[in-house]
């Protein structure tokens, strides 16, 4: 029997930690031995009853436990009880082959003495009886576990004066351990201990002690104190299983421009995924800025990944519509935005631009590493040729024309008139401005 507390159990031969457990990468278990003893060890080297882990593999618990006296009747206080024996009961023991419990051996043979505290096995043993096959004069079957160490002991003593005993266990119909010759009479009692292992899946076994001498005279002896107990150590074992977690990796937060297309892939075999907005599929198209997570669970392991993506705006660059400028006019280009860097067309690197000739030019313009390119032509017309002439002196009457002929051209003289020529008719300054392709010259004379 096995004490627990004041609570009397049979003795417990297996435990059990609990099934196998499977986990995801990073989590942990707890795993717990029996409730109730007093001594633990794991394969970690914890003693506490319950270990948590997140190691994978198997883990064993150890426990043991004292079992305690396993035999009935150990003293013979009940007396002639509890056992089993091939010799006789007799209070008479004069004869081989008989046995009795009691106090004092003087009592059931004249010769035979040495007392002991109280009730002990009292044996006549001897030639007649071993011939007879009287040889097991203790016997006992005891609840064993399987795979455990017991140590099996008792005292003995010889009760006459001749030829001591000798005794060996025996176990299961085989021999265990030495024979032991008991101490001749007068001595102590002497106590006689070995060991001996269960075999794996044994529950039970007979033990007995057997006279293993035949001497005419003597063997004669006493048993006393009989006891099986070992330290009963039991060890389960349970798997975890870590289940790696999915491979989900959306990579470093970006920033690009605006319109810039990004797909995040999440895809891994046999995933799930739960996006920041409830989607479901394994790749999402990035519109805006933001941030963007997903939920991955494979194998019943979920694992998340997140990522910023930011879009910068492209920078507004407008040059104006492509124009047309008359002879010695300039024009200035101006593509100015704030923190911006430039590059024109012949690699200079202001914000404007001075154009005096005709040509294409262009400037690309770059804020926060998003660029614009813009354009414009800029083509010159002549300015119209007009020559009055000199300043004159005519006669009173004598007729004078000026012309100011360009075709294609429109005029405006100094009255307001809108021909090509003009009649001078008396003295004054004339001028006359002309216009073709929107570009105007003036000349004036006297």
Not at 131 to 149: H, I, K, R, S
Not at 290 to 314: E, L
């Amino acid at each position: 029997m096995w004490s627990l507390g004041s609570q009397l159990l049979a003795q417990p031969c297996s435990i059990n930690i609990g099934p196998d457990v499977t986990i995801c990468q990073g989590q942990t278990t707890i795993l717990t031995g029996p409730a109730g003893y007093s001594n633990y060890l794991w394969d970690t080297g914890a003693t506490s009853q319950s270990i948590t882990t997140g190691v994978g593999g198997p883990h064993w618990c150890e426990v043991s436990y004292p079992s305690g006296n396993l035999v009935t009747n150990s003293n013979f206080n009940a007396g002639n009880s509890g056992f089993s024996t091939q010799f006789n009961l007799s209070t008479n023991l004069t004869t081989e082959g008989t046995y009795y419990v009691g106090t004092n051996p003087n009592t059931y043979h004249p010769q035979f003495n040495g007392a002991g505290t109280g009730n002990f096995l009292i044996v006549n043993a001897g030639w007649s009886s071993y011939l007879a096959g009287q040889w097991d004069c203790w016997c006992q079957t005891e609840p064993v576990c399987p795979n455990q160490t017991y140590t099996r002991s008792y005292r003995g003593r010889s009760v006459s004066s001749t030829n001591p005993a000798r005794l060996q266990w025996w176990v299961d119909g085989n021999p265990v351990g030495l024979e032991v010759v008991l101490p001749v009479q007068g001595a102590a009692w002497q106590t006689i201990s070995t060991t001996w292992t269960s075999a794996p899946g044994q529950t039970s076994a007979d033990i007995c002690l057997r006279v293993m001498s035949g001497d005419g005279i003597g063997n004669d002896f006493g048993l006393d104190d009989i006891t099986m107990s070992g330290t009963i150590v039991l060890r389960d074992t349970a798997i975890v299983n870590v289940t790696p977690l999915p491979a989900v990796n959306l990579g470093p937060d970006q920033t690009l421009c605006t319109g810039a297309p990004v797909v995040l892939n999440a895809a891994v075999p046999g995933g799930t995924y739960l996006w920041q907005d409830g989607s479901t599929a394994s790749t999402y198209n990035v519109t805006a800025s933001g941030p963007y997570m997903v939920t991955v669970t494979a194998n019943n392991c979920p694992k998340s990944d997140a990522v910023q993506i930011t879009f910068n705006p492209y920078p507004v660059v407008d040059l104006g519509n492509d124009t047309t400028l008359c002879a010695g006019q300039a024009l200035l280009l101006d593509a100015t935005v704030a923190g911006a860097t430039y590059l024109w067309q012949d690699g200079s690197t202001a914000a404007t631009y001075n154009v005096t000739g005709a040509g294409a030019y262009s400037v690309t313009v770059m804020l926060n590493n998003c660029p614009t390119t813009d354009a414009i032509n800029v083509a010159y017309n002549p300015l119209p040729v007009v020559a009055l002439g000199n300043d004159t002196t005519i006669c009173d009457g004598s007729p004078l024309v000026l012309n100011a002929t360009h075709p294609g051209a429109t005029y405006l003289w100094q009255d307001g008139s809108t021909a090509a020529t003009i009649n001078v008719t008396g003295a004054g300054a004339f001028s006359v401005t002309v216009m073709f392709n929107s570009c105007p010259t003036t000349d004036a004379g006297r």
